[in-house]
């Protein structure tokens, strides 16, 4: 585990676009950054070999406490985060790759009382969220009201649990999917709306049921995601902004996207007993 000299030992579940990248840059460049890989573990590990060197492919991720990590970076699906989150806390810290699993209100209780109990930190990483620290300093001051997230993509980027989508066509143009609160969307558009559910963790008085959220399917959006922030505080106060992550068809993943979580890593030290967006 670190120590003052030792460099801090991630341990990456997951070997998608994040996981590609994530582990890559570490093999790259983490000595520099003080990060060395513990361990890959993927579904399916054949995909693992040759890309990873073999001592640090991980088979069955029941086992990775034998890999004593300080981070475990998740960043496949949801589910792995309900099956695996509060075990990976008792052991080390956890950066949550896929925040959308927090709408669930037992898991997100569950995994608060782990990280306090265990005296670990449950990371959340912005991701395409722009202003997140404010938006959890503002929360923090007690005076934030409301918070709107809009984000509109191209249909090929979409992952929908239901077939809303399923009749696009190119050069339709501009539909909204849904609108409601960001408890409602996750479950929808678990791996679109990560983005949102970072923002009900800074917001976190207003939380998964306060934070109200839109998405939008644009055939114009061919190039990058857009992401709205609407931010309404007391007195008057307001705050909009919009992102644009260049993307290609098809990818869920904004390119920003990726080095955005790489800076999340680089801060997932010594915050114990807490919830932290970073
Ligand atoms: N926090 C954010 O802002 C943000 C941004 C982008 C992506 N994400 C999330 O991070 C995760 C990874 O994103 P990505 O772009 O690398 O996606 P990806 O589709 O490229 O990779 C996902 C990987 O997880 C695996 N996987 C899928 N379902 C699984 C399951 N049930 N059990 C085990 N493995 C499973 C897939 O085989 C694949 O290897 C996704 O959940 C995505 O929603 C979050």
């Keep these: 585990m670190e120590t003052a000299s030792s460099p801090l030992r991630v341990g990456i579940v997951g070997y998608g676009h994040l996981g590609q990248?994530?582990?890559?840059?570490?093999?790259?460049?983490?000595?520099?950054?003080g990060l060395t890989?513990?361990?890959?573990?993927?579904?399916?590990?054949?995909?693992?070999?040759?890309?990873v060197p073999t001592e640090l492919i991980l088979e069955d991720l029941s086992?990775?406490?034998?890999?004593?990590?300080?981070?475990?970076?998740?960043?496949?699906?949801?589910?792995?985060?309900?099956?695996?989150?509060?075990?990976?806390?008792?052991?080390?810290?956890?950066?949550?790759?896929?925040?959308s699993a927090l709408a669930d209100p037992d898991l997100n209780q569950k995994l608060r009382q782990a990280a306090q109990h265990y005296g670990r930190t449950l990371y959340v990483?912005?991701?395409?969220?722009?202003?997140?620290?404010?938006?959890?300093?503002?929360?923090?001051?007690?005076?934030?009201?409301?918070?709107?997230?809009?984000?509109?993509?191209?249909?090929?980027?979409?992952?929908?649990?239901?077939d809303v989508l399923s009749d696009w066509t190119e050069g339709e143009g501009r539909r909204v999917l849904f609108r409601g609160s960001v408890a409602e969307l996750c479950p929808l558009a678990p791996n679109n709306v990560n983005t949102m559910a970072a923002a009900a963790v800074?917001?976190?008085?207003?939380?998964?049921?306060?934070?109200?959220?839109?998405?939008?399917?644009?055939?114009?959006?061919s190039d990058?995601?857009?992401?709205?922030?609407?931010?309404?505080?007391?007195?008057?106060?307001?705050?909009?902004?919009?992102?644009?992550?260049?993307?290609?068809?098809g990818a869920v993943t904004g390119s920003a996207t990726y080095n955005s979580f790489w800076n999340s890593l680089l801060s997932c030290k010594g915050h114990g007993g807490r919830v932290f967006l970073c």
Aim: net charge positive; charged share 20%.
């Design 63 to 99: 086992s990775f406490a034998v890999r004593e990590c300080d981070v475990i970076a998740e960043v496949c699906h949801p589910h792995i985060v309900k099956e695996f989150g509060v075990q990976f806390l008792s052991k080390s810290n956890f950066m949550v790759g896929s925040p």
């Design 202 to 221: 800074a917001a976190g008085t207003l939380g998964f049921t306060g934070v109200m959220g839109e998405i939008v399917s644009d055939t114009a959006l």
């Design 37 to 51: 890989l513990a361990f890959v573990w993927n579904r399916n590990a054949h995909k693992l070999r040759g890309l």
């Design 21 to 33: 990248f994530l582990a890559q840059r570490i093999l790259d460049d983490g000595p520099y950054f």
């Design 125 to 162: 990483p912005s991701g395409a969220l722009w202003g997140g620290q404010d938006i959890q300093r503002l929360n923090d001051s007690g005076t934030i009201k409301a918070l709107f997230i809009r984000m509109s993509k191209h249909p090929s980027c979409f992952r929908l649990t239901g």
């Design 224 to 249: 990058y995601h857009v992401v709205e922030v609407e931010v309404t505080g007391s007195n008057g106060f307001s705050v909009h902004t919009v992102r644009r992550n260049p993307a290609k068809l």
